[in-house]
């Protein structure tokens, strides 16, 4: 049975619990991670606030971190995390009736049950990181995917942690998520850390963009993990857990409807010095 208490599990879960059930998660104490090109101090100074921040909503809950640090700078391809590494993504194709409106709920369940203690186990080993999320009336549909920065050995042991989550496990069997899709583990071929940025972008930004993401993802997932606490109901099966994703969505929804013009726009229109920019959606 899923309960609030394993929700909220410290870091220091482990073995087959860790697998099936969310744990809060620091997703910028990714090990390894090392700049590339040159941030003004402005960057360095809102970044580095970000993840104290994140660390300190962690302490709350009486985490300990010994001996994790805090990266600022983006990863290289040769900061010896290990292994050679490369972008791999683990992609969850979602059911989605096309009479109905995708139900973007599930992507929080897998978000936080799923792919988060996965993250969490290979810390360690994986230098960059982001969630996808989209849903268009095309093949791919609504998916979600994990897309990180390692070597293949870390790719292959955290596939096969997914693959034995018991949460994804029900959502497969219930037929909410319809396949699970992964790469090739003998065919890597994205080694250069701007690799799965738009290619239309300056090689400067698609170097340093996944630094960018890596915390919007990071504080996304900390909204979710946040809202885990204090619940006392427990949950029996995907469906009852969806129930408290869906209330989780509602409130994220309303954060980013009343706050996000401030917290996010404003303060990056302050870090690129007030200067306007075309903008197009």
């Given at each position: 049975?899923?309960?609030?208490?394993?929700?909220?599990?410290?870091?220091?879960?482990?073995?087959?619990?860790?697998?099936?059930?969310?744990?809060?998660?620091?997703?910028h104490?990714?090990?390894?991670?090392?700049?590339?090109?040159?941030?003004?101090?402005?960057?360095?100074?809102?970044?580095?606030?970000?993840?104290?921040?994140?660390?300190s909503?962690?302490?709350?809950?009486?985490?300990d971190?010994?001996?994790?640090?805090?990266?600022i700078?983006?990863?290289?391809t040769?900061d010896?995390?290990?292994?050679?590494?490369?972008?791999?993504?683990?992609?969850?194709?979602?059911?989605?009736?096309?009479?109905?409106?995708a139900d973007?709920?599930?992507?929080?369940?897998?978000?936080h049950?799923v792919?988060?203690?996965?993250?969490?186990?290979?810390?360690?080993?994986?230098?960059?990181?982001?969630?996808?999320?989209?849903?268009?009336?095309?093949?791919a549909g609504?998916?979600?995917?994990?897309?990180?920065?390692?070597?293949?050995?870390?790719?292959?042991?955290?596939?096969?942690?997914v693959?034995?989550?018991?949460?994804?496990?029900?959502?497969?069997?219930?037929?909410?998520?319809?396949?699970?899709?992964?790469?090739?583990i003998?065919?890597?071929?994205?080694?250069?850390?701007?690799?799965?940025?738009?290619?239309?972008?300056?090689?400067?930004?698609?170097n340093?963009?996944?630094s960018?993401?890596?915390?919007?993802?990071?504080?996304?997932?900390?909204?979710?993990?946040?809202?885990?606490?204090?619940?006392?109901?427990?949950?029996?099966?995907?469906?009852?857990?969806?129930?408290?994703?869906?209330?989780?969505?509602?409130?994220?929804?309303?954060?980013?409807?009343?706050?996000?013009?401030?917290?996010?726009?404003?303060?990056?229109?302050?870090?690129?010095?007030y200067?306007?920019?075309?903008?197009?959606?």
């Amino acid at each position: 049975m899923i309960t609030a208490r394993s929700v909220r599990k410290s870091l220091h879960c482990t073995g087959k619990e860790q697998e099936s059930t969310p744990c809060h998660f620091p997703g910028h104490d990714i090990e390894g991670a090392k700049m590339r090109g040159r941030l003004s101090w402005g960057v360095v100074v809102a970044l580095t606030v970000m993840m104290l921040a994140i660390v300190s909503a962690c302490s709350r809950y009486g985490h300990d971190l010994p001996g994790m640090h805090t990266p600022i700078f983006p990863p290289g391809t040769d900061d010896g995390v290990g292994e050679d590494k490369n972008w791999w993504s683990c992609k969850f194709k979602i059911a989605w009736p096309h009479e109905r409106k995708a139900d973007f709920t599930v992507d929080l369940l897998l978000a936080h049950a799923v792919a988060a203690p996965a993250l969490l186990d290979h810390r360690q080993d994986i230098a960059a990181w982001r969630f996808h999320r989209r849903a268009s009336e095309d093949e791919a549909g609504h998916q979600f995917s994990l897309i990180f920065f390692a070597g293949a050995e870390t790719a292959a042991s955290l596939y096969a942690q997914v693959d034995e989550n018991r949460i994804l496990k029900e959502a497969l069997e219930d037929g909410l998520v319809e396949k699970r899709i992964i790469d090739d583990i003998g065919s890597p071929h994205q080694s250069h850390i701007g690799d799965t940025s738009d290619e239309s972008w300056s090689e400067d930004l698609q170097n340093n963009w996944p630094s960018f993401i890596m915390g919007v993802s990071a504080l996304w997932l900390g909204l979710i993990d946040d809202s885990f606490a204090g619940v006392p109901a427990d949950y029996a099966d995907v469906d009852e857990l969806l129930g408290q994703y869906a209330q989780t969505e509602e409130k994220i929804d309303e954060i980013w409807r009343k706050e996000g013009d401030h917290a996010f726009f404003h303060h990056l229109y302050a870090i690129f010095g007030y200067n306007p920019l075309l903008m197009r959606f």
